[in-house]
């Protein structure tokens, strides 16, 4: 059974920076794609990034580049986000997830494990 953990959110003034954690357990992490996606209240669950399985190939929603990164460290069977320049409309529960194929995927339906969330909350 795959079990993926989030860390590192929190509360932050917009224009600030906050790094995002997930570590995964279960299976061969090397060999999957990885993403993460966001909630916001009262909206569906959107896609923010994604990694393919040997870091070097990512894609992300169009209001985070330029912004957002993410990254993995297979040794540490870790995937990240770097997360500048924080917005008010970045607040939401962020979701890590792990894909089906090692290939990166921006669609819910490629991931087929995710993990339990974490509250970012950004203050104007």
């Known amino acids: 059974q795959v079990q993926l953990v989030e860390s590192g959110g929190g509360l932050v003034q917009a224009g600030g920076s906050l790094r995002l954690s997930c570590a995964a357990s279960?299976?061969?992490?090397?060999?999957?794609?990885m993403g993460w996606f966001r909630q916001a209240p009262g909206k569906g669950r959107e896609f923010v990034a994604t990694i393919n399985w040997s870091g070097r190939s990512t894609r992300y929603v169009d209001s985070v580049k330029g912004r957002f990164t993410i990254s993995r460290d297979n040794a540490k069977n870790t995937v990240y986000l770097q997360m500048n320049s924080l917005e008010p409309e970045d607040t939401a529960v962020y979701y890590c997830a792990a894909g089906a194929t090692p290939d990166y995927t921006p669609y819910p339906a490629g991931y087929n494990y995710w993990g339990q969330g974490t509250q970012v909350t950004v203050s104007s």
């Open positions: 279960g299976r061969t992490f090397s060999n999957y794609a």
